[in-house]
């Protein structure tokens, strides 16, 4: 079993920071590409930032370049998302995704239950 749990949501000003943390834990071999999506109320889930597996390539969406930043601790098996100035238009669930080769050596998409966001004054 593989699970992956995110943690560090809440309330949050416009202008301030906050911090993201997911950690994977279970059966697993390696930990390929890491990545955060969201999800606001009555829109589709969209794709925030990504990380490769040594952290090497990040890619963002154009709505967080320059204020969000994705990082991964490999020995951790953690993935972090550093929120700055955010906007009332980043509130939303987030989660957490990950590629995972797991000790069968298949690789698999697997998912958080995600973490509440809301920014506001």
């Known amino acids: 079993q593989v699970q992956l749990v995110e943690s560090g949501g809440g309330l949050v000003q416009p202008g301030g920071s906050l911090r993201l943390s997911c950690v994977a834990s279970?059966?697993?071999?390696?930990?390929?590409?890491m990545a955060w999506y969201r999800q606001a109320p009555g829109k589709e889930r969209e794709l925030v930032a990504r990380?490769?597996?040594?952290?090497?390539?990040?890619n963002y969406s154009d709505s967080v370049k320059g204020r969000f930043t994705i990082s991964r601790d490999n020995a951790k098996k953690t993935v972090y998302l550093e929120i700055t100035n955010p906007e009332p238009e980043d509130t939303a669930v987030y989660y957490c995704?990950?590629?995972?080769?797991?000790?069968?050596?298949?690789?698999?998409?697997?998912w958080g239950r995600g973490t509440q966001v809301t920014v506001s004054s």
């Open positions: 995704w990950s590629r995972i080769r797991s000790a069968s050596k298949r690789p698999s998409d697997y």
């Open positions: 279970g059966s697993i071999f390696s930990v390929l590409s």
């Open positions: 990380i490769s597996p040594f952290g090497t390539s990040t």
